[in-house]
């Protein structure tokens, strides 16, 4: 995404029509998912295993330019005594008075990464990326209760942040979106922090993973599962006590956008969430867009917020009704 302090602008909905072609395969992985059209229908399903074709110098340019593309603005704010936790606060609109706020978790496989590997902020609404202490400091559980501690202070502080809070949407990109997501359904960790399920208006997992982690196990081979075992073991029992669709029932955080790059074990994964939210009574849009593998996981973080990127078009239609502010 293009570093900058508002990247979003008013568009019309993008749903793309049944059976829109899939990518041309002569086309490279990168043009594909920079380019980032909506598939639908039982495409969504069809095979992809770039994860594990993907060369290590590939990697290393997605990373390069990930960590290049820094947010601007904002400013820092400890919510914490650690190191780690501090967060970045960029105030809403000028004419946005107790905006509802966006709050941002980074991904990196829960153990590398900061809150400046976030997508910026998002015209018209207060936006904070949380920092967070990283695996093997501490567990996973912990990095989560570090951030419903967060969302506890960013309400706590409302008044002087110009803030309403009682408008909160959770947002995270890969592991932190993992993250966000089991916020808005097991609200164990919201309630030891003081904050209820109610006012978390809506969470957005940007290409998520391990919405269940024991099925991860064989939906993604390779890197994905390397990450998870290194964070989170093998015990059955507490891969399914840290899945979201495990947790999908009633009360749940109002609504879900799940975004996805074509993945074919997460996009799996995000289908079974899907219904099970959509079970507990729980609204929830799944969308899949061009971007195979690792090319795609980056590349939709760094494109989204850019008007001519179709996920772009889809969060801000989404964000607009069930979160909608006044620019004016």
Request: charged share 20%.
């Amino acid at each position: 995404m293009a570093a900058s302090a508002d990247t979003t602008s008013s568009i019309s909905p993008t749903t793309q029509p049944e059976g829109h072609a899939y990518p041309d395969l002569s086309e490279s992985p990168a043009t594909i998912a920079s380019r980032g059209n909506e598939i639908t229908g039982l495409k969504i399903f069809q095979k992809t295993d770039l994860d594990n074709d993907i060369a290590p110098s590939r990697v290393a340019e997605l990373m390069a330019e990930l960590i290049a593309d820094k947010p601007t603005g904002g400013r820092e704010i400890s919510y914490g005594e650690k190191d780690a936790q501090h967060l970045r606060f960029w105030k809403a609109n000028p004419k946005s008075h107790q905006a509802p706020t966006i709050v941002f978790v980074h991904g990196g496989s829960w153990r590398i990464g900061t809150n400046l590997d976030s997508v910026g902020s998002v015209k018209g609404y207060a936006f904070a990326s949380v920092n967070y202490t990283l695996v093997p400091v501490i567990q996973v559980e912990e990095q989560v209760q570090e951030i419903a501690h967060a969302i506890s202070f960013l309400l706590k502080n409302a008044a002087s942040l110009d803030i309403d809070s009682e408008r909160v949407i959770l947002m995270g990109h890969s592991s932190g979106a993992h993250v966000v997501t089991l916020l808005g359904t097991d609200t164990n960790y919201l309630t030891r922090a003081g904050v209820d399920i109610h006012v978390v208006r809506g969470v957005v997992s940007i290409d998520g993973s391990n919405y269940n982690a024991p099925a991860e196990l064989l939906d993604s081979p390779g890197p994905v599962v390397e990450n998870l075992i290194h964070a989170l073991g093998t015990d059955p029992d507490r891969l399914r006590a840290i899945s979201p669709t495990y947790h999908a029932r009633a009360p749940n955080a109002a609504a879900f956008l799940l975004l996805h790059a074509h993945r074919q074990g997460d996009v799996r994964q995000a289908v079974e969430l899907a219904a099970a939210l959509h079970a507990s009574g729980t609204k929830v849009d799944l969308r899949v867009f061009e971007g195979e593998g690792f090319e795609g996981h980056v590349r939709m973080l760094l494109r989204l917020g850019d008007p001519s990127y179709p996920a772009t078009l889809v969060l801000e239609d989404w964000l607009r009704l069930h979160l909608p502010v006044s620019l004016t």
